[in-house]
């Protein structure tokens, strides 16, 4: 049977294995021959260490144990003399299951540029870098059904093929089987479809079903942002709670985040200090001062007050009514608060159409969680739940009423007050690695120009 080298390396009681016989698999990272005996590192990826394998050099034939061949280790596990492990192995028979020729496999011993493996996505995911992001990226999704199966929440699935535009900025992929314009009538849905920006307003339909839902899925955007926190396909968590406002979406939204970071705390930790020690020297200080205290609140009218008068010169100028850029957002949350902020009641101009207005009528119920490094991480509202002032506000935003006709029953027939929040999944994956680009914290990244994999 097959042994991972994580129930080796990670083994509660060390001593009780050793003496055992087992079979363990993985890739080579390096061979090291003495006199006496040749060493090889093995990584399977179930862990970041590797489990050194100690072999009869007599025995081997080198030119198959090469970096980057696949082996099959039999042997006996015993005590290691090594103060990096307990434990190592002691072959008894060593078989290459696939080769790897040593003069082209690019993947080195050296260090590459993030640059470089993104060219190599087929392999770079055996690199100790994406090794550790793709087991934090399922620990973060394990944390998040946790949290909110723990709060009562539903999972539920929305639609990936959709119609409408949740966020109206029209920045959506088209999906057709037609060749040509032609008539949308004619194509396969017999009318324009899209690939979802959100599962948002399906997931309200849920909400004003089941109380309390959330989405885990892929989401796409045509727009064309080159930036490190841009992706056009990346995963979004979308909770919708039904008899809820803007203060409880905030409650949820900063126990979330910090249940994240607790879990990845508590469970991660030798990929974060992996992290700590090669990406962000002092991840595990943020990260625990994230968890420990409370996130600061302002309102978006404060903030740009605050921004005005802070002496520093921005790209972008700030007025009340722009959009804040992500320059704005880093100096709120690392410079002034030096932690997570809240920001709430926003220009109701800047933001979608399905915000609850505030009585100020200028403003809306919407609130965005901004964290150090990153900025923008979640971006949330109180819905309009008030029939009119939607059909409103759907008018002003120059969006076609048909296309929202049961989004607007919705309202007709038994409406009531409810919020909700959408989380960028890999923006928590940098938030929690120190990662600084997103095409680096997805296996398969797709930004303009890039589809490749
Ligand atoms: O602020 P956004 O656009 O909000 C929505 O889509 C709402 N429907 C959410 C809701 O209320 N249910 O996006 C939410 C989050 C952002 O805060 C950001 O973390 C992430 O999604 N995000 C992106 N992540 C990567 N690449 C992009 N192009 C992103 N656009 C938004």
Redesign the pocket.
């Known amino acids: 049977m097959r042994t991972k080298i994580k129930q080796i390396l990670h083994a509660k009681d060390p001593s009780s294995l050793i003496g055992k016989t087992v079979s363990v698999y993985g890739w080579i990272r390096t061979v090291r021959a003495q006199k006496t005996f040749a060493f090889i590192e093995l990584n399977d990826g179930t862990t970041l260490a590797n489990l050194q394998i100690l072999a009869d050099p007599s025995t081997i034939d080198f030119t198959q144990l090469t970096t980057g061949a696949s082996l099959l280790a039999k042997g006996t596990l015993v005590e290691s003399p090594g103060k990096n492990q307990a434990l190592e192995l002691k072959a008894e028979t060593l078989s290459v299951l696939g080769p790897c020729s040593a003069e082209t496999f690019p993947l080195q011993k050296k260090r590459h540029s993030f640059e470089f493996l993104r060219t190599i996505a087929h392999l770079r995911p055996r690199t100790n870098t994406q090794g550790a992001v793709l087991r934090i990226r399922s620990a973060l999704a394990l944390a998040t059904h946790l949290f909110f199966n723990q709060r009562g929440f539903y999972y539920v699935q929305t639609p990936i093929i959709t119609g409408s535009d ?2 109206g ?1 029209g920045e959506m992929f088209r999906v057709t089987t037609l060749d040509k314009e032609t008539d949308p009538s004619k194509d396969f849905f017999g009318k324009p479809a899209y690939l979802t ?5 399906e ?1 309200e339909i849920l909400a004003l079903a089941l109380s309390d839902i959330y ?1 885990f899925g892929p ?1 796409f ?1 045509a ?1 064309n ?1 080159n930036t490190s ?4 396909e ?1 995963w ?1 968590i ?3 709670m039904a008899f809820a406002d803007l203060k409880d979406d905030m409650e949820c939204a900063e126990s979330y985040l910090k249940f994240c970071v607790k879990y990845v705390l508590e469970h991660c930790q030798e990929d974060l200090q992996f992290f700590d020690k090669f990406i962000e020297n002092g991840l595990l200080t943020r990260l625990q001062h994230v968890a420990a205290s409370p996130f600061a609140h302002l309102t978006y009218t404060h903030a740009v007050d605050i921004l005005k008068k802070c002496g520093k010169t921005f790209e972008f100028p700030v007025e009340w009514g722009t959009d804040l850029q992500s320059e704005h957002e880093r100096y709120l949350a690392e410079e002034h608060c030096k932690k997570p902020v809240i920001l709430t009641d926003y220009p109701a101009a800047i933001k ?1 159409f ?1 915000m609850r207005g505030n009585d100020d009528g200028k403003t809306v119920a919407a609130m ?2 901004l964290v150090p490094k ?1 900025g ?6 109180q819905r309009e739940e008030r029939l009119d002032i939607l059909e409103q506000k759907i008018a002003e935003f120059g969006l076609n009423r048909d296309d929202y006709w049961w989004y607007l029953q919705l309202r007709e027939y038994g409406s009531v007050p409810h919020a ?9 994956v940098l938030f929690t690695t120190g990662m600084e680009n ?1 095409r680096d914290v997805i296996p398969f990244p797709r930004y303009p120009g890039h589809a490749e994999f």
Request: hydrophobic share 35%; aromatic share 10%.
């Open positions: 949740c966020e900025g920006v959100s599962g948002q307003l997931g989405t989401t955007r727009e942002s926190r841009h992706l056009a990346f979004m979308e909770p919708e979608s399905y965005d969680v990153i923008e991480i979640i971006g949330g509202s909700g929040f959408g989380l960028g999944f890999e923006r928590l997103i």
